[in-house]
């Protein structure tokens, strides 16, 4: 017959086991939530942060901020009054292609700031962003390397073309979609997608 010790080595090593297996399913499933919803940011935060548990924690802690943040819709006045403005700012690259550059910066950052995202530095305005906006966060964050290159007179007008471009990605978002706005805040604040919220940042304008 076998020892009593002997059976409780075999319970408790089952008990480990399981525990063993459920962590390590809850751990794939995190892994996939994050990496659906953030996409590409999912894998350039992993290679930042060097590790994917790391890079796990710091998209959650994102989330975790989104949800505290109460991000508003434009009005219509508002939406239309930063359609304008962008549009003036296109039509006048040929001309004033740096000073473009400039008014897209400040379009994208009034845009933001109206609609209640915070104005930190910038890496935290992109990583508050990338929550709601992951597909095009990086364009914001190529925006701004040839903003801030442009200050120091070394980009091109190409390099400012596509400058605009890339904050035009991000502007279109911030304002094509008002109507899905008031739906996903009641959503992340009921915890209906698994805490999956808002975006932000952008630099602030130069004077």
């Known amino acids: 017959m076998m ?3 002997a059976w409780i080595l075999i319970v408790v090593g089952a008990a480990l086991l399981l525990a063993l297996l459920a962590a390590g399913l809850l751990a794939r499933r995190r892994s996939g939530r994050l990496r659906g919803k953030f996409g590409p940011e999912y894998d350039r935060t992993v290679n930042r942060s060097g590790g994917r548990r790391a890079a796990e924690a710091e998209l959650e802690g994102r989330e975790a901020k989104r949800q505290r943040l109460r991000i508003a819709p434009l009005s219509p006045e508002a939406r239309e009054r930063y359609l304008r403005e962008w549009g003036d700012l296109q039509q006048g ?5 740096s000073r ?4 897209a910066d400040r379009v994208v950052t009034d845009v933001m700031r109206e609609r209640g995202y915070p104005m930190d ?10 929550v709601d906006h992951p597909q095009v966060v990086e364009h914001y964050r190529t925006a701004h390397r040839i903003y801030t290159a442009d200050e120091r007179g070394e980009a091109t007008t190409e ?9 035009g990605a991000l502007f279109e978002e911030l304002v094509e979609q008002n109507d899905e706005v008031q739906a996903d805040e009641a959503e992340v604040r009921s915890g209906g997608r698994e805490g999956e919220a808002g975006r932000a940042g952008q630099p602030e304008p130069r004077r």
């Open 93 to 97: 690259f040929v001309d004033q292609p």
């Open 121 to 130: 530095d910038f890496e935290q305005r992109a990583a508050d962003v990338s």
């Open 3 to 5: 020892p009593t010790w």
């Open 159 to 167: 390099e400012l073309r596509q400058a605009v471009v890339h904050y």
């Open 100 to 103: 473009s550059l400039v008014e």
